[in-house]
């Protein structure tokens, strides 16, 4: 009846099929992707792992292989497949699962009808995307793809663990559930939203709904689901008798539901038997009462109740900004959100995919009116007035329903752009306030950097952060010149210094020694005793610190004699680095910056003494990117100075063979990083006395930081009270922003007014004052151009 049937028919092979009934497989054993096609879209967790089927396939690596000229949106069903009888790969032998298995979409290479289906939903999907264009003008917002998180997995007959990614949800396939030569496809998708009907007085859900997709109904084992839950009945013994909390299941996800009869409540995990299995079923955990009494009104009285609140953002934050606050009844905070009811000028935008920045639960002892305060703790930074305060209605949280608030950003002034810390609080009708947390947001889009009037000349690295963005980046790195320093400060000890205890970085002198001095600015450190001003100097081949009271200061011209006549930049490059032999590091963190921001695998490898490294050795590791090429050269020397502990050592060569490449920013932020982090080892639980001298940080506040990190017990062990000293530091830090100094600084203030200082015999943080107080000398005489990097 088309009369265009065969031009369409030409195009798209699979017209013909569509027009044909399929239904020659039973439907005891049909694909669960045939069913919901979308699944092959939604953003599914890929990663390497033993699964059934042989060869692995990772959907994302599919579609980055497809044409640069070419979206991996618009392959057709026979570039896929052909891509996939590419794939060599095999498995030889199938061991017993591993713990959680991991989906695996390799089987659908002989099963070109779920391909198809596939195939064209995304057809259809891609014609309802944005103008790809606004993604570069606002990244984070021209984003149209769906982003429920699934996991489609595919198991055989030895069974195995599938766990919804970024959840505690997870179901488990015993071994032997399917016969032997036989398959189970199992899908799980997890929605924020409960089913209205379980929400009201006697009753309310603490869980997600579950939907778990079956392809294989022949089947000879129950299969057992296994999840956290937002809420437990309270102690007193007439909670205990008038409430149960029941799993609920249904064959649709508008129900209705009936109550599973084998279950296991252990704290705040349920384990849930699933013997009738469905193609499709739907579940979702409640609690429920048999009735209420005086003073008891709902259902909320006899349990404790956790409410989560998620809070959502753009991938990148921009000068205007609009984070989201998801509020519910359980724990469960999907990685991504999609929101359709954002607005922006006054209309509706279609569809926004949002990024997970982090999440706070708490409990709530009833239904009620609450209130959510935003504040930004950065000045360049602030909240639109309109915005400041949200509110959520007791109906509201009573229903169950999803409550999802908006808060407007922006940039004071056009200042710089650099990631900033808010707070957010939740308060009650009557006042108080019932918790308070913290919030770090990401970094700023790369092409919306500001890189005019960066605060010193540490942050210089900042103008190529962007670079690998780029299709080629190509960074000629200055060449270290081992010269000696010109001097143009110089002074004269008014006092003999000698110390019984040595101290790490403090000099000693005698009256009237010659003291040549890196500059003429001042840092702030404790001595024997007191906190002082000192000045950074050379005396006798050796670099640290002076006070400021014991030297005179006296011209150039007025130098009779020096005890050192060389002082190198290689003596000064090996002396400020010194800090790094003793800090402590977290290896990723290291890793994954000297990645990231180093562009010249060569000449890293050049100056760590790794110039024989050859291409093949990258060929057989198969490092395709320079970042890959960089990581490698980097683990290589970690793996030399393990073999050889004793007299190497890792972070401290790193050091100085990036600071022989002029990466300063780069080293200014390691070690910002390793000062924070070893500052929190140290202070163990002294933190709160430092929290309180920092910022005036009340009990309360204090708090809000422990309580991810306690244990059974209730409170936080002695040996783990870093993490939470950790965690605040971190966020006090990212105030700052690029002013690397300032926090160097500013903590070494802070500890040094403590009641016990552990900077009294802890130095390296003075050190790693004088580190970054002597880069300047360094590059301008190290380097003879001025190429920064």
Not at 372 to 380: A, E, G, H, L, Y
Not at 383 to 408: A, N, P, T, W, Y
Not at 472 to 483: E, N
């Amino acid at each position: 009846m088309n009369p265009f049937w065969n031009e369409l028919s030409a195009s798209n092979p699979f017209l013909d099929d569509i027009t044909r009934l399929r239904n020659h497989h039973k439907r005891e054993n049909i694909s669960i992707l045939k069913e919901d096609p979308f699944l092959f879209l939604r953003e599914i967790e890929t990663r390497n792992s033993f699964v059934s089927s042989g060869d692995e396939l990772d959907v994302h690596q599919l579609l980055r292989q497809s044409s640069s000229r070419k979206s991996g949106r618009s392959k057709s069903v026979s570039e896929l497949l052909d891509i996939l009888d590419d794939t060599t790969h095999a498995h030889q032998n199938i061991h017993n699962s591993d713990p959680i298995l991991e989906q695996d979409l390799e089987w659908l290479q002989n099963d070109r009808e779920a391909y198809k289906m596939a195939w064209l939903s995304q057809r259809q999907l891609a014609r309802s995307c944005l103008d790809l264009n606004t993604i570069n003008q606002s990244p984070g917002w021209a984003q149209t793809q769906v982003a429920e998180t699934t996991i489609v997995c595919k198991l055989n007959h030895q069974g195995g663990s599938v766990q919804l990614p970024e959840s505690d949800i997870t179901v488990h396939v015993p071994q032997g559930h399917v016969a032997v030569g036989e398959f189970q496809e199992l899908s799980l998708r997890a929605f924020l939203d409960p089913p209205q009907m379980l929400n009201h007085n006697l009753s309310c859900t603490i869980s997600p709904l579950l939907e778990i997709m079956l392809g294989n109904l022949n089947t000879m084992e129950a299969i057992s689901l296994e999840m956290k839950i937002g809420a437990e009945v309270k102690k007193d013994p007439f909670s205990q008798v008038m409430t149960e909390i029941v799993c609920l299941h249904s064959l649709s996800k508008e129900g209705p539901f009936k109550v599973l009869n084998n279950c296991y409540i252990y704290k705040d995990t349920i384990q849930v038997k699933l013997v009738d299995l469905s193609q499709r079923m739907y579940l979702v955990v409640a609690a429920l009462a048999k009735g209420t009494q005086s003073p008891a009104a709902t259902i909320w009285d006899y349990i404790h109740k956790t409410t989560s609140i998620g809070i959502y953002g753009p991938r990148y934050i921009h000068p205007s900004f609009t984070a989201i606050f998801t509020v519910c009844g359980h724990s469960y905070m999907p990685g991504k959100l999609t929101i359709s009811d954002i607005k922006k000028g006054g209309k509706n935008m279609s569809p926004v995919v949002f990024q997970l920045w982090g999440k706070h639960s708490f409990l709530l002892e009833k239904p009620q009116d609450l209130s959510i305060s935003v504040f930004s703790c950065d000045p360049d930074f602030e909240v639109k007035v309109e915005g400041k305060r949200k509110e959520i209605k007791q109906k509201q949280l009573q229903s169950g329903q999803i409550v999802h608030q908006q808060f407007l950003f922006s940039l004071v002034d056009s200042r710089e752009m650099h990631l900033f810390v808010f707070c957010v609080q939740v308060e009650p009708p009557n006042g108080g306030l019932l918790t308070q947390f913290f919030i770090t947001t990401p970094d700023p889009a790369p092409n919306l950097k500001r890189l005019s009037n960066l605060p010193s000349d540490l942050q210089k690295e900042k103008e190529i952060k962007s670079a690998p963005l780029l299709p080629s980046v190509h960074v000629k790195y200055p060449k270290f010149q081992d010269t000696q320093l010109n001097f143009t400060n110089y002074g004269v000890t008014l006092k003999t210094v000698l110390r019984k205890t040595k101290i790490d970085y403090l000099l000693e002198y005698f009256k009237g020694d010659t003291v040549a001095l890196l500059e003429e600015g001042k840092v702030k450190a404790i001595g024997q005793s007191k906190v002082k001003e000192w000045y950074i100097g050379v005396l006798r081949g050796k670099i640290g610190l002076i006070h400021c009271r014991n030297i005179k200061m006296i011209a150039k011209e007025q130098v009779m004699s020096l005890s050192d006549s060389v002082f190198t930049t290689r003596n000064l490059l090996e002396q400020i680095a010194l800090p790094f032999k003793t800090l402590t590091y977290i290896y990723s963190v290291v890793l994954t910056l000297v990645s990231e921001e180093v562009y010249d695998w060569k000449v890293l490898a050049n100056v760590l003494g790794y110039s024989h490294l050859m291409l093949e050795e990258f060929d057989q590791i198969q490092a395709d990117k320079e970042s890959e090429k960089v990581s490698y050269v980097v683990k290589k020397l970690k793996e030399d100075c393990h073999a050889d502990r004793n007299t190497r050592k890792f972070l401290y060569e790193l050091i100085v063979a990036l600071l022989k490449i002029d990466c300063q920013g780069l080293v200014a932020r390691l070690i910002q990083e390793a000062a924070v982090l070893t500052s929190a080892v140290k202070l163990g639980k002294s933190w709160r006395e430092l929290a309180e001298k920092l910022v005036q940080l009340t009990k309360r506040q204090m708090e809000v930081y422990e309580i991810p990190h306690r244990g059974k017990a209730g409170d936080v062990a002695v040996e783990m009270m870093w993490k939470p000293a950790y965690d605040f530091l971190y966020t006090w830090s990212a105030h700052y922003g690029n002013s690397y100094r300032d926090v160097l600084q500013d903590l070494q203030s802070a500890l040094d007014r403590m009641k016990n200082p552990v900077t009294k015999q802890w130095r390296d943080l003075t050190g790693a004052l004088i580190l970054v107080n002597s880069l300047e000398v360094l590059r301008a005489t190290a380097f003879s151009t001025s190429e920064e990097v």
